[in-house]
């Protein structure tokens, strides 16, 4: 299963898949070029995001996101701050394939506030605006806390 959900706080709510997602970005690398150690190969999160944007929002006029929250397959998630974004990579394959471990996709944030926010399996990425100005702090873990709706989907 390489489904990855993609939702957007103007344009709504999309299914990609690594490979479709590097196609746009249109340009990939090995990630050890941003995270040194690391292995693999990578392509540009803010190329992939300024693609896609033109892909499915064409002419609209969309704001600034204010946060990335990524989710794991395993239910670890985190936020992240769009402006620790500027260097963060998509890792997609590895040795020539997917991947199979780490995969669908993994998320490597070289200039973040923590190693933690390097998520692996990722299955949803959620691409917010917060009205609420100020400094915004990264943040990751399993998640445990369900809201009420989200109880009311899964009961
Ligand atoms: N899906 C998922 N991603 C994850 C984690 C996790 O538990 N699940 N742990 C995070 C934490 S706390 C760290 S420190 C790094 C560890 O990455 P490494 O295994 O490459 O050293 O992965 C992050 N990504
Ligand atoms: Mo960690």
Redesign the pocket.
Known sequence: MNEIKIEHFKLGSFATSPEEMAMLAGKSFPIAQRVPG?VGDAFDWQRWYSAWLEKVGGAEAVPAPSQLIVE???T?EASIPWEQLGEAAVLYKLDGEPLQKTGPI?LYVPNGS?????????VKLKIGQNAASGAEEAT?G?KHTFSAEELRKNK
């Not at 923590?114 to 990722?122: A, E, F, P």
């Open positions: 690391a794991a397959a395993d670890f993994r923590s190693k933690c926010l390097n998520v692996k399996s990722i990751y399993f």
